[in-house]
């Protein structure tokens, strides 16, 4: 066994909870904002920490969004957006003022889904610990990406399938998702 280097467990490979990093969380005793996804759907939930087992405050989730009248996806980077401000104003109104993020099992990337939640749910106004680098431009939270796409892109069968079943005008992602954006913050 000379030259084997013993390495240490991944905890995202073995899908098992790091009892250090969530020991960490727990010890700040704020609320925790836990985002998960699922094949089809983005889910925000506000957590506090109980000897006999976490309590939930609320769960929101992308499904949310539809019953609002939202028919732009129920997993791209504006929905994930929208789900996070959602949540963030649900938070307020239970009288969340700060949070820390839990992520989960979801890769830390620059600009991805899990942190369009992040940035929904400060500009709803929660004070959650983060770095700058990691927030999302304005542009492609509001779809413009997808719509420049749509616009550029041939339609090949079943690309924008979802959209034109909804009757949502593709081009026009960054208007719908303001009216959408508006739609909550007045709520």
Do not use: C
Not at 108 to 123: C, N, R
Not at 126 to 140: A, F, M, T, Y
Not at 148 to 173: C, D, I, M, R
Request: proline share 4%.
């Amino acid at each position: 066994m000379m030259g084997h280097k013993i390495q240490p467990v991944n905890y995202r490979r073995k899908e098992k909870t790091n009892y250090r990093k969530r020991l960490r969380i727990l010890v700040s005793r704020k609320t925790r904002i836990v985002i998960r996804r699922s094949s089809t759907h983005i889910y925000v939930q506000a957590i506090n920490y109980s000897p006999d087992g976490d309590k939930v405050l609320f769960t929101t989730s992308s499904k949310n969004l539809e019953k609002l009248g939202w028919k732009g996806g129920r997993k791209n980077i504006p929905t994930s957006y929208l789900t996070g401000l959602l949540a963030g104003k649900k938070a307020k109104e239970m009288g969340v003022k700060s949070a820390v993020l839990d992520i989960g099992l979801n890769p830390a990337i620059k600009g991805s889904k899990v942190f369009s939640v992040l940035t929904g749910l400060v500009d709803a106004g929660i004070s959650i610990p983060h770095s700058e680098d990691v927030v999302e431009k304005n542009d492609r939270l509001s779809g413009s990406h997808i719509a420049n796409h749509a616009k550029t892109a041939k339609k090949e069968k079943g690309e924008f399938s979802l959209y034109q079943k909804n009757n949502f005008p593709v081009e026009n992602f960054p208007k719908m998702f303001e009216e959408m954006k508006k739609k909550i913050m007045g709520m």
